[in-house]
């Protein structure tokens, strides 16, 4: 079945010491985003990519960044993690921009910081 | 600018209870209306979706309507089942300039008892 696929599940990570999280998409979509959600809060977008060109939230912290070097795949780099980084880090993919256009969700990493 | 408002949960019901979850929206434009279901530890899944007024979005027995008049989009099972246990999150997406991004209510934790 096509879907979107996010490693690892479970992430453990040092404070400061930098982590990636990764997406890979078999849907062939043009769009990735990837989201924040933290405890009983609705996700919160840092970030998405229409094709290769980056489009990022104005409140997205500026240690988060993002690469996709190909339709299949987005990364979510975290440069130095903090304690209040510590959540489920949503990637979610969608045919086009259109309003009409649904988003397909992985399962999410959850992102623990020591 | 553009938001949704869900009512807030938890929400438990015994099984075979009829369910109405409510969402209202705020949006400059013409929006498509979502409903996602995030169970346990997973990512989030489409439930529904209704892309124009009077649009009727149904799945798995769930059914919601875009009411433009009122700006709702109140979601409704008539018969829950423990496995519907799960938090329901409304969305809009109004493709204005935010190239189809997301925007969601805070979320309704629906608990259902044998």
């Known amino acids: 079945d096509a879907m979107v696929i996010q490693n690892p599940r479970y992430q453990v990570t040092q404070f400061g010491k930098p982590v990636t999280l990764s997406c890979s998409q078999t849907l062939n979509h043009n769009v990735m985003y990837w989201y924040q959600q933290k405890s009983s809060q609705a996700p919160k977008l840092l970030f998405h990519?229409?094709?290769?060109?980056?489009?990022n939230e104005a409140d997205t912290p500026d240690n988060f960044q993002s690469r996709r070097p190909n339709t299949s795949f987005c990364f979510l780099d975290i440069r130095s993690p903090g304690l209040g980084d510590a959540a489920m880090y949503l990637c979610?993919?969608?045919?086009?921009?259109?309003?009409?256009?649904?988003?397909?969700f992985g399962d999410g990493t959850r992102l623990s910081i020591l | 600018g553009d938001s949704v408002t869900q009512m807030e949960g938890p929400v438990t019901l015994s099984e075979e209870a009829f369910l109405t979850i409510n969402c209202t929206y705020t949006a400059t434009g013409y929006p498509s209306l979502f409903w996602y279901v995030q169970y346990p530890g997973e990512g989030l899944q489409l439930l529904l979706k209704a892309t124009k007024a009077d649009d009727k979005g149904s799945n798995k027995g769930f059914e919601a309507t875009y009411r433009k008049e009122t700006t709702s989009f109140h979601l409704e099972k008539g018969s829950v089942q423990v496995s519907d246990s799960a938090v329901y999150f409304c969305?809009?997406?109004?493709?204005?300039?935010?190239?189809?991004?997301?925007?969601f209510g805070k979320g309704t934790k629906l608990s259902v008892k044998p």
């Open positions: 979610a993919t969608s045919r086009g921009p259109g309003r009409g256009q649904p988003q397909h």
């Open positions: 990519y229409y094709d290769k060109d980056f489009n």
């Open positions: 969305a809009l997406s109004d493709g204005l300039g935010s190239q189809g991004n997301l925007i």
